[in-house]
């Protein structure tokens, strides 16, 4: 398939999936919504799919470019991962281990704080549903530990290997994913954990699980599309990567992980789902024992796809604008 061949069937596709979710926005009905609210919903979530088309048919070169360089590089993406994941615990004793150590005491600290210590016991999710609170919590931990360190390292990425960077024939577009990579495998580690200590409250696998691998996902193309703006970006503005640093501990406490989003009165309950954090987060509770397709929720499930894919290509084109003065400026 040659590259114009190529470009038609992409344009064609995207065209395809908008008009779906178009018609699926429009026919979508909730009898429990407030009819202004809902109507709401669907003008914006209707003007953002008319802009993704505009953008990616006025700008399709320049959107498309990173995904092919990705595409292009997988296996080399794949080995720096591997070898960045292990770079960072060369030469101590345990190695790759003490990737997997901090998430396990931050969870038995606060096992023994709230459970033991505080009895905080159970938290009700809704109506008389209830968890242990130990599992509600770790449940928000373990893609916010994912979502902390992928952005905190993908930021400093340039930084970090710009001796790369001033090679001419290396492409630099590679260097973020490859950081996100390498927290990915600690996530992987920490899900497992998660999943053990469900068990260990009676709560045993079930289909909904599955669902841990979209929200993963999800979370990655979110945080992938968000680092290739600020490691750009931070190589001009060094000040950034403090700033993103005093935001994730203030977006810690804006997400629903330490609090239960039913305490919000639902009035106000849209501005905290504003935060595509506080989707994930909701989805991997849904999928451990919440037991909630992600579909079900779906203004939730539209509005972070089009906010990630919008970011993701925001992203790619500042990375893009930016990229000729990267070895001038490191």
Not at 145 to 153: G, H, T, V, W
Not at 181 to 202: C, D, E, K, P, R
Request: net charge positive; with cysteine.
């Amino acid at each position: 398939m040659n590259a114009k061949s190529q470009k038609k069937w992409i344009l064609s596709t995207v065209w395809a999936v908008v008009l779906v979710l178009a018609l699926a926005v429009l026919l979508h009905k909730n009898v429990l919504e407030d009819p202004d609210t809902a109507r709401l919903k669907k003008i914006c979530a209707l003007l953002l799919l008319g802009f993704i088309l505009v953008l990616m048919t006025a700008a399709y070169d320049k959107i498309t470019q990173l995904p092919k360089d990705l595409y292009n590089n997988r296996r080399l993406i794949w080995r720096l991962s591997k070898n960045d994941f292990r770079k960072r615990y060369a030469g101590s004793f345990l190695g790759v281990v003490w990737a997997f150590v901090p998430p396990v005491v931050t969870v038995a600290m606060y096992y023994v704080v709230f459970d033991r210590i505080m009895g905080s016991g159970r938290q009700n999710i809704t109506g008389e549903i209830s968890v242990p609170y130990v599992l509600f919590l770790t449940a928000g931990l373990v893609p916010w530990f994912f979502f902390s360190d992928a952005i905190s390292s993908g930021t400093s990425s340039l930084l970090e290997y710009n001796f790369l960077v001033k090679k001419v024939v290396f492409k630099v577009s590679i260097l973020p994913m490859i950081k996100i990579n390498a927290a990915l495998f600690t996530h992987i580690g920490f899900t497992a954990v998660l999943l053990l200590i469900s068990m260990g409250y009676g709560y045993l696998p079930s289909v909904y699980w599955v669902q841990l691998i979209y929200y993963s996902l999800a979370e990655y193309i979110f945080v992938l599309g968000l680092c290739y703006a600020t490691s750009a970006i931070v190589v001009f503005f060094r000040d950034l990567q403090q700033i993103i640093s005093i935001v994730l501990q203030v977006g810690m406490w804006a997400t629903p992980i330490l609090w239960n989003l039913q305490i919000v009165p639902e009035d106000k309950r849209f501005i905290f789902k504003l935060n595509p954090m506080a989707y994930i987060v909701e989805g991997y509770r849904s999928s451990i024992y919440g037991h909630e397709w992600f579909f079900t929720h779906f203004y939730s499930s539209t509005y972070f796809w089009i906010f990630t894919g919008l970011l993701f290509v925001f992203g790619a084109l500042i990375f893009r604008k930016l990229k000729p003065q990267f070895a001038d400026v490191l």
